[in-house]
């Protein structure tokens, strides 16, 4: 069964840290562009790191710069988001996708216009004291 499975979310006080994993199966992720997205209630889908096929090249948007770490681990099968420093506008549904051939800033800056090939069903992260 082809699927992307995020699990690590949760509570967490402001500046504290949490790392989400995006455990694949049924395909190989090292093919594949991976993002991490967001959604908050009443809000857009935001683009908030990606990582490219093949070279891993990264892509942060602005707000999460200098907190945010994407990694992958081939052997695992899985991505990484790495999350420090967290602030309560990052609370939010944190959700993974994967997509084969598209550009991997381009579906980070504009996920609006990007289906993407597989999607997680989210995991949620709350920042609160």
């Known amino acids: 069964q082809v699927q992307l499975v995020e699990s690590g979310g949760g509570l967490v006080q402001p500046g504290g840290s949490l790392r989400l994993s995006c455990a694949a199966s049924?395909?190989?992720?090292?093919?594949?562009?991976i993002g991490w997205f967001r959604q908050a209630p009443g809000k857009e889908r935001e683009g908030v790191s990606c990582?490219?096929?093949?070279?891993?090249?990264?892509y942060y948007t602005d707000s999460v710069k200098g907190r945010f770490t994407i990694t992958r681990d081939n052997a695992r099968n899985t991505v990484y988001l790495e999350m420090n420093s967290l602030k309560p506008e990052d609370t939010a549904v944190y959700y993974c996708?994967?997509?084969?051939?598209?550009?991997?800033?381009?579906?980070?800056?504009?996920?609006?216009?990007?289906?993407?090939?597989?999607w997680g069903k989210g995991t949620l992260v709350t920042v609160s004291s």
């Open positions: 996708a994967a997509d084969r051939h598209a550009d991997y800033e381009a579906f980070c800056r504009y996920p609006a216009y990007y289906t993407m090939d597989y």
């Open positions: 049924g395909f190989t992720l090292d093919y594949y562009g």
């Open positions: 990582i490219s096929r093949n070279d891993d090249r990264t």
